[in-house]
């Protein structure tokens, strides 16, 4: 389907947001009316400079508070029309959105709506121009997308139609299913946005908490397939207000758009497959469809560190042994039962600079990724090395797709026992601009599913974290950003899964007493309030977590440059990660000085 999306989702002038919708790919740009009246050229000259970059003007928007009004208002609001499309006839677009009125003048009524959207429909024929009524959820007499299509039906005028805005819809809980019956040539325009779900009023949540497909908790596939199913044929349009998006590079927040797109494309395709074979068996499951990825990672190969030689020194304390050195590049392999860490003297401080997924298809999921605009990385090698395909993550971190070829680039000299087990999870620290990218990258790229989403208190500010896993928790990844001034970056770390932490941390007390981060003892008082523990484990700094499923026990390392390490011991079925104990972690680090 084309793909379109509106200047006010993007930051810049309004040239640099053409230029820069133009290099992610679009086809159509929605033009928002504040940018047209800042920008110094006119209006032909938009329309050329849009045209010379291969975009149509799909939308002129917004036209506010027209109809519902009594007669002396609807004068004054047929003046402005009249204005609007002489400057859409320059600009060369031919469709004018209409919000549902919210001003405290409208009268309301749907017979008067209707004949006052009507006449404005006539007089917008006459110029070649068609309108799209959107019901605002805020709207002050419509708030309901069925409700401007019955406002739209009762008009009953070619050039009056409906503009269906995901956000509106689903931010109120409205059904998209209603969606269906309207036919398809009476939907207009099609304008998707995604947000997280929050208790707060909704134009605020609508101004400054809108994000791209897939970066919140919205299920736009089910209603981009109810709009399918309608009949639609026009664009899927991007409409979002987002404080972060007006403050972040317009080329990179472009393309993110244009990748949500494709994502959601993608779902909406397989979601209305897997709909239309369920009806054909007769089943009754839509909506319950998870979208399969075409290569969804089955493990963590590795890991890989930047080293100075702490961290070599810290793994060789936690158990771990040097099994292998790669023959062209500074990197050497570090293994304890199922766990693999890289050490790459690069001769940076340390810090957590490459994942290695197993996948079933690294061929496809590096396809899969090119796909999504996220190209393969250049990477030097001989004709001897394993050819590794690999993506860069939004905060640089390289994601290699792999299979067991790459490690006869080590020739490891075997397995080393010990209770760690693999790699649980990694923690990923984000700048505070790309947290959202992060989250979709992570979802669409890898096919990993969002899990809990958090805000932390830390003792300069607020940790923000999301948590993502594979469909079978085999790969966990956390991003974080921490909102503590400019010029700090959250720590990154590895979580080693392990089957008995208690002993593990009962070792390292006794053979390496400075290795694990000290946990106050006012922890502990208020752990055994709220739980039945062991009171062995304030001695040993053994954290403690619940929930419905089961239990977690985890210890923390000290920190070595931006990097530490946490052993973690999952019981029962617990699906958390020890969110609680975050904040005793940070201000222990922090009073550290680490």
Same mark, same amino acid.
């Given at each position: 389907?084309? @793909?379109?999306?509106?200047?006010?989702?993007?930051?810049?002038? /309004?040239?640099?947001?053409?230029?820069?919708?133009?290099?992610?790919?679009?086809?159509?740009?929605?033009?928002?009316?504040?940018?047209?009246?800042?920008?110094?050229?006119?209006?032909?000259?938009? !329309?050329?400079?849009?045209?010379?970059?291969?975009?149509?003007?799909?939308?002129?928007?917004?036209?506010?508070?027209?109809?519902?009004?009594?007669?002396?208002?609807?004068?004054?609001?047929?003046?402005?029309?009249?204005?609007?499309?002489?400057?859409?006839?320059?600009?060369?677009?031919?469709?004018?959105?209409?919000?549902?009125?919210?001003?405290?003048?409208?009268?309301?009524?749907?017979?008067?709506?209707?004949?006052? $959207?009507?006449?404005?429909?006539?007089?917008?024929? *006459?110029?070649?121009?068609?309108?799209?009524?959107?019901?605002?959820?805020?709207?002050?007499?419509?708030?309901?997308?069925?409700?401007?299509? !019955?406002?739209?039906?009762? *008009?009953?005028?070619?050039?009056?139609?409906?503009?269906?805005?995901?956000?509106?819809?689903?931010?109120?809980?409205?059904?998209?299913?209603?969606?269906?019956?309207?036919?398809?040539? @009476?939907?207009?325009?099609?304008?998707?946005?995604?947000?997280? /779900?929050? *208790?707060?009023?909704? $134009?605020?949540?609508?101004?400054?908490?809108?994000?791209?497909?897939?970066?919140?908790?919205?299920?736009?596939?089910?209603?981009?397939?109810?709009?399918? !199913?309608?009949?639609?044929?026009?664009? /899927?349009?991007?409409?979002?207000?987002?404080?972060?998006?007006?403050?972040?590079?317009? +080329?990179?927040?472009?393309?993110?758009?244009? %990748?949500?797109?494709?994502?959601?494309?993608?779902?909406?395709?397989?979601?209305?497959?897997?709909?239309?074979?369920?009806?054909?068996?007769?089943?009754?499951?839509?909506?319950?469809?998870?979208?399969?990825?075409?290569?969804?990672?089955?493990?963590?190969?590795?890991?890989?560190?930047?080293?100075?030689?702490?961290?070599?020194?810290m793994l060789a304390a936690l158990g771990f042994a040097r099994t292998g050195t790669h023959p062209t590049k500074p990197v050497e392999l570090w293994e304890q039962g199922g766990a693999r860490l890289l050490l790459n003297a690069t001769g940076a401080d340390p810090a957590l600079i490459a994942i290695g997924l197993d996948s079933p298809d690294p061929a496809g999921a590096a396809k899969h990724a090119e796909s999504l605009l996220s190209p393969i990385l250049p990477r030097e090698r001989t004709s001897e090395e394993a050819r590794l395909e690999a993506v860069a993550a939004p905060d640089g971190t390289e994601i290699f797709f792999c299979d067991d070829a790459w490690l006869a680039d080590f020739v490891p000299s075997g397995p080393v026992p010990g209770p760690v087990t693999g790699i649980d999870h990694v923690a990923l620290a984000q700048p505070w601009?790309?947290?959202? +990218?992060?989250? $979709?990258?992570?979802?669409?790229?890898?096919?990993? !599913?969002?899990?809990?989403?958090?805000? /932390?208190?830390?003792?300069?500010?607020?940790? %923000?974290?999301?948590?993502?896993?594979?469909?079978?928790?085999?790969?966990?990844?956390?991003?974080?950003?921490?909102?503590?001034?400019?010029?700090?970056?959250?720590?990154?770390?590895?979580?080693?899964?392990?089957?008995?932490?208690?002993?593990?941390?009962?070792?390292?007390?006794?053979?390496?007493?400075?290795?694990?981060?000290?946990?106050?003892?006012?922890?502990?008082?208020?752990?055994?309030?709220?739980?039945?523990?062991?009171?062995?484990?304030?001695?040993?700094?053994?954290?403690?977590?619940?929930?419905?499923?089961?239990?977690?026990?985890?210890?923390?390392?000290?920190?070595?440059?931006?990097?530490?390490?946490?052993?973690?011991?999952?019981?029962?079925?617990?699906?958390?990660?020890?969110?609680?104990?975050?904040?005793?972690?940070?201000?222990?680090?922090?009073?550290?000085?680490?």
């Open positions: 389907m084309r @793909k379109s999306i509106a200047t006010v989702s993007v930051s810049g002038t /309004l040239v640099e947001k053409l230029e820069a919708i133009a290099a992610a790919g679009f086809d159509g740009v929605e033009i928002f009316e504040n940018d047209l009246l800042a920008c110094p050229l006119p209006p032909e000259e938009v !329309r050329a400079r849009a045209a010379d970059l291969g975009l149509g003007i799909d939308l002129y928007q917004p036209f506010r508070d027209f109809e519902g009004v009594p007669a002396e208002v609807l004068a004054g609001n047929l003046r402005r029309a009249e204005h609007k499309f002489r400057v859409m006839e320059r600009l060369g677009a031919d469709l004018l959105l209409v919000c549902s009125n919210v001003s405290p003048a409208a009268i309301g009524g749907d017979e008067l709506a209707a004949e006052q $959207l009507r006449l404005l429909a006539e007089r917008a024929a *006459a110029h070649g121009i068609r309108i799209a009524y959107e019901a605002l959820a805020w709207g002050r007499h419509v708030n309901e997308y069925l409700h401007a299509w !019955r406002i739209a039906r009762l *008009a009953d005028h070619p050039g009056l139609g409906v503009c269906l805005d995901s956000f509106h819809i689903l931010s109120r809980g409205s059904d998209p299913i209603g969606i269906e019956a309207i036919p398809g040539e @009476k939907i207009f325009f099609l304008q998707l946005a995604d947000a997280p /779900l929050l *208790a707060m009023d909704v $134009l605020q949540w609508s101004r400054h908490y809108r994000c791209f497909p897939g970066q919140g908790n919205f299920d736009l596939a089910g209603l981009v397939e109810s709009v399918r !199913r309608a009949g639609y044929v026009g664009p /899927l349009s991007l409409e979002v207000f987002n404080d972060v998006f007006r403050q972040a590079s317009a +080329e990179r927040t472009a393309l993110d758009g244009m %990748r949500s797109l494709i994502a959601l494309e993608q779902g909406a395709h397989e979601r209305g497959a897997y709909e239309r074979g369920a009806h054909e068996r007769g089943a009754h499951e839509q909506g319950a469809h998870e979208v399969t990825h075409p290569a969804v990672p089955a493990g963590f190969a590795f890991a890989e560190l930047a080293d100075t030689g702490a961290v070599g020194g601009h790309h947290f959202d +990218e992060a989250a $979709l990258f992570y979802r669409s790229v890898l096919g990993l !599913r969002p899990q809990e989403s958090l805000e /932390l208190p830390d003792p300069y500010g607020l940790l %923000r974290s999301k948590a993502m896993s594979g469909p079978d928790g085999a790969v966990r990844v956390v991003v974080n950003i921490a909102q503590v001034g400019a010029d700090h970056l959250p720590w990154q770390h590895v979580a080693l899964a392990c089957d008995d932490v208690v002993a593990v941390a009962r070792r390292l007390r006794r053979e390496h007493p400075g290795l694990l981060l000290p946990i106050p003892g006012n922890y502990y008082d208020d752990l055994e309030a709220r739980h039945e523990v062991d009171p062995g484990l304030r001695d040993l700094g053994v954290l403690y977590d619940r929930d419905e499923h089961g239990a977690f026990l985890h210890v923390y390392t000290v920190t070595v440059g931006r990097v530490f390490f946490e052993i973690v011991q999952r019981i029962g079925g617990y699906q958390g990660y020890g969110a609680g104990n975050a904040p005793i972690r940070l201000a222990v680090q922090h009073a550290a000085g680490h």
